[in-house]
């Protein structure tokens, strides 16, 4: 019987394949791709492993702090399956295209812990190109100054989102530092009125051909008059200034937000699945 050989673990030797491999699916991609480019496959400088399966590369998975499948038939997603059991599970979630991420969650869910939520469909979008309506002039990076004024719209918007607060077990030291860390690469952006932020989101991951929107988010007493529209548009705007193609995905009982990103110009091209510990 033929069997397929498990997955290995790929280094920079094989940087100039994975690339390859990743241009093929580029907002799919992007989360990962944007890492690589700066980090290469050095699993300490990346912050994870990138396995394969097949000489060809003709599968692929990031295994960090999401475990993101990125190619591969059902033989290689087992044999992630079997690595990721091997290593136990250290990720807050699987996400990436559902016809991998759930097919893979098939495989994994009897041995790990059971899930807080799977969200099984996830337009996943894209805007190639300015947006179709005016951006908010108002709408700006954020300084690293305004950490703190930003920071609660963040911690609301992440909490409404994903269901759970992103200070518990550290106090929030870790997720300040993350969006520390988007804020001083000037991926936040914010419209402020009396100091408080009434729209908001981020460039969530960056490569050399995509940007991924992330983490919109409109004042609960704002909302319906056109500010997550416009907001979301002038990110796209910078996108497009960028030369990136702007991506994003929604969780598809949010009809409200994909109206707004229909609007804007936004396409489906696929659909992400995500599932949350």
Not at 88 to 101: F, H, K
Not at 188 to 200: L, T
Request: one cysteine or more; hydrophobic letters at 45%.
């Amino acid at each position: 019987m033929l069997r397929v050989a498990g997955a290995r673990l790929l280094d920079d030797r094989d940087r100039a394949g994975v690339r390859a491999a990743l241009e093929a699916d580029p907002v799919a991609a992007c989360m990962v791709a944007a890492r690589i480019e700066i980090a290469g496959l050095d699993p300490w400088r990346l912050g994870g492993e990138l396995w394969a399966v097949g000489s060809r590369l003709d599968g692929l998975c990031f295994s960090g702090a999401n475990l993101v499948p990125l190619r591969g038939q059902r033989s290689a997603l087992r044999s992630f399956a079997d690595r990721a059991r091997r290593h136990g599970r250290t990720c807050s979630s699987l996400v990436g295209r559902a016809e991998l991420v759930l097919p893979l969650w098939d495989e994994l869910a009897a041995s790990w812990a059971p899930a807080r939520e799977v969200r099984a469909d996830q337009p996943l979008m894209v805007l190639a190109g300015p947006p179709a309506v005016r951006p908010d002039p108002w709408v700006r990076s954020v300084r690293p100054d305004e950490l703190d004024r930003y920071l609660p719209a963040a911690v609301a918007m992440f909490t409404e989102e994903v269901g759970i607060d992103p200070r518990a077990g550290d106090g929030g030291a870790g997720y300040r530092a993350r969006v520390a860390e988007l804020v001083s690469a000037g991926r936040a952006f914010a419209r402020f009125e009396d100091d408080e932020v009434v729209f908001k989101a981020e460039i969530g991951a960056l490569s050399s051909q995509v940007g991924q929107i992330q983490g919109v988010w409109v004042h609960p007493a704002r909302r319906g008059r056109g500010l997550g529209t416009a907001g979301t548009a002038a990110v796209a705007e910078r996108l497009a200034t960028l030369g990136r193609i702007s991506s994003l995905y929604v969780n598809g009982f949010n009809h409200v937000a994909r109206a707004t990103y229909d609007r804007i110009g936004f396409t489906q091209i696929g659909s992400f699945a995500t599932v949350l510990f």
